[in-house]
T-cell receptor
Framework: NAGVTQTPKFQVLKTGQSMTLQCAQDMNHEYMSWYRQDPGMGLRLIHYSVGAGITDQGEVPNGYNVSRSTTEDFPLRLLSAAPSQTSVYFC???????????FGSGTRLTVV | LAKTTQPISMDSYEGQEVNITCSHNNIATNDYITWYQQFPSQGPRFIIQGYKTKVTNEVASLFIPADRKSSTLSLPRVSLSDTAVYYCLVEDRGSTLGRLYFGRGTQLTVWP
């Protein structure tokens, strides 16, 4: 099925550990972005990309890295996990021709 | 970026029409108005987008007055399954492609 696939769905990390959240889309979308959502809040933009090889920071980029080596994949790396990074992470993609963005089902991350 | 203001919560009953109003006083010429719906534990889902006047699709209608400083999402004959958070966003489809900025949204609760 076409869409945005995020893995894993759930993850528990210890403080200081690193990990990569995966995001893949099969719609040939040039735009991809990462968001985090904390309880009772809207989504906040972490990083985004307008095409392979091009990335930029969003509202809350500290502690996260991204790269975009292919059109399909946009992984989000946590360098040294902190409890403040406990959140639900969403990946989204779109293109200039699309009206809206397609979101993945999210990764629920807990840092202890 | 134009900020949006919308009610934190609304209640309705099944079968009623629901209108959620969003204020965006600083909207710019290139900005479009977009609404997303989010169910618990899911990513947001695109509902509708418009620039001016009225837009209608199979899910909702979007009313935008001439000054574009506000917009109203109209959901006809809501059901229990319409209980969700609804986000109003202002998108610059020119300079800010690739990213979205969310507010806190409106929690709509539909009662039987």
């Amino acid at each position: 099925n076409a869409g945005v696939t995020q893995t894993p769905k759930f993850q528990v990390l210890k403080t200081g550990q690193s990990m990569t959240l995966q995001c893949a889309q099969d719609m040939n979308h040039e735009y991809m972005s990462w968001y985090r959502q904390d309880p009772g809040m809207g989504l906040r933009l972490i990083h985004y990309s307008v095409g392979a090889g091009i990335t930029d920071q969003g509202e809350v980029p500290n502690g996260y890295n991204v790269s975009r080596s292919t059109t399909e994949d946009f992984p989000l790396r946590l360098l040294s996990a902190a409890p403040s990074q406990t959140s639900v992470y969403f990946c989204a993609s779109s293109s200039r021709e699309e009206l809206g963005y397609t979101f993945g089902s999210g990764t629920r991350l807990t840092v202890v | 970026l134009a900020k949006t203001t919308q009610p934190i919560s609304m209640d309705s009953y099944e079968g009623q029409e629901v209108n959620i109003t969003c204020s965006h006083n600083n909207i710019a010429t290139n900005d479009y108005i977009t609404w997303y719906q989010q169910f618990p534990s899911q990513g947001p889902r695109f509902i509708i987008q418009g620039y001016k006047t009225k837009v209608t699709n199979e899910v909702a209608s979007l009313f935008i007055p001439a000054d574009r400083k506000s917009s109203t999402l109209s959901l006809p004959r809501v059901s229990l399954s319409d209980t969700a958070v609804y986000y109003c966003l202002v998108e610059d489809r020119g300079s800010t492609l690739g990213r979205l900025y969310f507010g806190r949204g409106t929690q709509l609760t539909v009662w039987p």
